[in-house]
Nanobody, 123 residues
Framework: QVQLVESGGGLVQTGGSLRLACAAS????????MGWFRQAQGEEREFVAA????????YYADSVKGRFTISRVNANHTAYLQMTSLKPEDTGVYYC????????????????WGQGTQVTVSS
C-alpha cells in the first residue's frame, strides 16, 4: 500500500513559490523523521531537507538554505516543504521519505519513499 503521497507541485516562474505536502500513513509518519529529496532529469537524486519527529532537528542542503522551510503537523500525519525564491535549478521531481532519525534521512537511509511530485521553474 502507498505510505507517502506528495502533492503541491506545479509550474512557476523564477522567483515564485510553491508549498509541497506529504500525506503519510500512520506507520510511515509516527515516531519517524521526515525528509525531502529531489531529482532533476538525468541527474542523481539529491537531499533537500529533513526534520526529526519532534521538529527539534532540521537539516537543509546548502543550495536551498534560506529559501526552503520544512515543517510537519503530526496530528495530520503531514510534512510540508515551503519553497520560495525558486530558481530554474530547483526543477525536478520532489520525493518525500521517512526514516529513523533526521541524520539518517538526510543521508538517504530511509524506510519509505513517496512517488514524487513534479516542480518546474521556468526561466
Amino acid at each position: 500500500q502507498v505510505q507517502l503521497v506528495e502533492s503541491g507541485g506545479g509550474l512557476v516562474q523564477t522567483g515564485g513559490s510553491l508549498r509541497l505536502a506529504c500525506a503519510a500513513s500512520e506507520r510511515a509518519f509516527n515516531a519517524k523523521a521526515m525528509g525531502w529529496f529531489r531529482q532533476a532529469q538525468g541527474e542523481e537524486r539529491e537531499f533537500v531537507a529533513a526534520i526529526s519527529y519532534t521538529g527539534g532537528t532540521i537539516y537543509y542542503a546548502d543550495s536551498v538554505k534560506g529559501r526552503f522551510t520544512i515543517s510537519r503537523v503530526n496530528a495530520n500525519h503531514t510534512a510540508y516543504l515551503q519553497m520560495t525564491s525558486l530558481k530554474p535549478e530547483d526543477t525536478g521531481v520532489y520525493y518525500c521519505n521517512s526514516g529513523s532519525g533526521a541524520e539518517r534521512v538526510r543521508l538517504g537511509i530511509v524506510d519509505h519513499w513517496g512517488q514524487g511530485t513534479q516542480v518546474t521553474v521556468s526561466s
